[in-house]
């Protein structure tokens, strides 16, 4: 079946390592997306990108870097930069059409920092 | 600018009781709207969504209705499960080539036996 694979679902961090969130979609999208949720809070955006080798900062994308070098590939770092980087992060993906069909997204990472 | 308002949570229900979560946004042209449903732990799945007025989207006996004349996609279900208590979210697309949906802040729904 077609869909986002988020990997790890937990992960812990010391303060001051950089550490890389995995995110995979086997459903050939062209535009692949990072969000952040905080307890009870929205979604926000951190980067996105529409095409390999091209991306673009969102709303919060201080502290955090992304590469896209695959099409299915989209992974995040969350650097030493990132003063509270305790969250749930979410991975999404939506075809090349723009997203009138939505997005799919994936289970989520839930960081937190030790 | 484009935006989406939600109504604040959590939204606390008895099991068989009817369901009504507002939404509205204020978009220029014509968006697409969604509604989107969290369960505790997990990422989020389109429920449902239309993409012109007058539209009604539905699944698993949610439903709402795009309202052009008075900008809302207010969720309705006809009775409530225990098992539907979730954060939902509401959405726009304001643009069919732009790749960025506005997501509105997310409602927590808490259905009661």
């Known amino acids: 079946d077609g869909g986002i694979t988020q990997s790890p679902k937990y992960l812990f961090r010391k303060e001051g390592q950089n550490v890389t969130l995995s995110c995979e979609q086997n459903?050939?999208?062209?535009?692949m997306y990072w969000y952040r949720q905080d307890p009870g809070q929205g979604l926000r955006l951190i980067y996105y990108s529409q095409i390999v080798n091209d991306f673009q900062k969102g709303d919060i994308a201080e502290g955090y870097s992304v590469s896209r070098e695959k099409k299915e590939s989209f992974p995040l770092t969350v650097t030493s930069a990132q003063k509270n980087p305790t969250a749930f992060y979410l991975c999404?993906?939506?075809?090349?059409?723009?997203?009138?069909?939505?997005?799919?997204f994936g289970s989520g990472t839930r960081l937190t920092v030790v | 600018g484009d935006s989406v308002t939600q109504m604040e949570g959590p939204v606390t229900l008895s099991e068989e009781a009817f369901l009504t979560i507002n939404c509205t946004y204020t978009?220029?042209?014509?968006?697409?709207l969604f509604w989107y449903v969290q369960y505790p732990g997990e990422g989020l799945q389109l429920l449902l969504k239309a993409t012109k007025a007058d539209d009604k989207g539905s699944n698993k006996g949610f439903e709402a209705t795009y309202r052009k004349e008075t900008t809302s996609f207010h969720l309705e279900k006809g009775s409530v499960q225990v098992s539907d208590s979730a954060v939902y979210f509401c959405a726009l697309s304001f643009s069919p080539s732009n790749y960025q949906l506005i997501w509105g802040a997310g409602t927590k729904l808490i259905i009661k036996p």
């Open positions: 978009a220029t042209g014509y968006p697409s």
């Open positions: 999404a993906s939506s075809p090349g059409q723009g997203v009138v069909y939505g997005y799919t």
């Open positions: 459903l050939n999208h062209d535009a």
